[in-house]
């Protein structure tokens, strides 16, 4: 739709601008959230950058792992392939990223992070995390549609697409913008969930009440995207199927906490 623009010669990709933007909000955010658990804005930074880093490796192996196949091929014939060649293969079976895989890679990262930090417990972290996440999901779906990456079914309803270089097969076709759909929605999760946090609704099982609200919205949107890179199974695509599983987690992990015993006091 508007991959890229100008500035002082320089080109400037709008999906960038947009992680950047998410990135910002998310620490004015959480900053105001972690104060809760008696922790200060440097604190905060160095949790962010520590799921950060998380979200960007879970991200990028998933979106191997939906190209698993072609990586194999790629390592079974390394050796009639030249560098540059298996090079250029890699970057396109890891290069992309799905947003589930930077979902659960931020989940480990907290795990990490808290093994190291024993002044703030995970449950704590994953609550915000579980307020955050949609919000930077807000930014994130706009850059999609900007950038033209992922896209919606073809429809009498839309966008028409001109001159998109990422994907040149979507080009002149009127498609419905999905991506929009799915920022509105992460919006409403997210003031949804924040609502609960500054209400001590669901303490401790934020993640939980996320992994079943997102993953119901995902599914069902999931059929109205007309990109099939992401790899489809028995007609459910990948992400269908992680909403499912999530979505399962979610209900388990709800009723593990709800029969779980309370301590007795005095």
């Given at each position: 739709m508007f991959p890229s623009f100008h500035i002082f010669g320089w080109e400037v990709g709008?999906?960038?601008?947009?992680?950047?933007?998410?990135?910002?909000?998310?620490?004015?955010?959480?900053?105001?959230?972690?104060?809760?658990?008696?922790?200060?804005?440097?604190?905060?930074?160095?949790?962010?950058?520590?799921?950060?880093?998380?979200?960007?490796?879970?991200?990028?192996?998933?979106?191997?792992?939906?190209?698993?196949?072609?990586?194999?091929?790629?390592?079974?014939?390394?050796?009639?392939?030249?560098?540059?060649?298996?090079?250029?293969?890699?970057?396109?079976?890891?290069?992309?990223?799905?947003?589930?895989?930077?979902?659960?890679?931020?989940?480990?990262?907290?795990?990490?992070?808290?093994?190291?930090?024993?002044?703030?417990?995970?449950?704590?972290?994953?609550?915000?995390?579980?307020?955050l996440t949609p919000l930077f999901h807000v930014f994130g779906r706009i850059g999609c549609f900007l950038g033209g990456c992922c896209y919606g079914i073809e429809s009498p309803f839309g966008f028409t697409v001109h001159g998109n270089t990422i994907n040149p097969d979507i080009n002149d076709v009127n498609r419905l913008p999905v991506q929009l759909f799915e920022s509105a929605l992460n919006l409403l999760i997210f003031l949804f969930i924040l609502y609960l946090f500054k209400k001590s609704i669901m303490t401790d099982k934020l993640i939980f009440v996320y992994m079943l609200v997102y993953p119901v919205a995902r599914f069902t949107l999931e059929f109205f995207r007309g990109d099939e890179i992401r790899g489809f199974l028995f007609g459910l695509s990948t992400s269908q199927w992680i909403s499912i599983l999530l979505f399962v987690t979610a209900i388990i992990g709800l009723t593990i906490c709800r029969f779980r015993k309370k301590p007795v006091t005095e």
């Open positions: 709008t999906y960038g601008i947009m992680v950047v933007l998410g990135a910002v909000a998310c620490t004015f955010v959480g900053n105001n959230l972690i104060k809760r658990f008696g922790r200060d804005i440097y604190d905060f930074l160095l949790i962010l950058l520590s799921i950060g880093a998380g979200i960007f490796i879970g991200a990028h192996i998933v979106y191997g792992i939906t190209h698993l196949d072609l990586i194999i091929k790629a390592f079974q014939n390394i050796g009639e392939l030249w560098f540059d060649k298996f090079r250029d293969v890699m970057i396109y079976a890891i290069g992309g990223m799905v947003f589930y895989g930077g979902f659960l890679g931020g989940i480990a990262a907290i795990g990490v992070y808290c093994k190291f930090d024993k002044k703030i417990k995970a449950r704590n972290l994953l609550d915000i995390y579980a307020v």
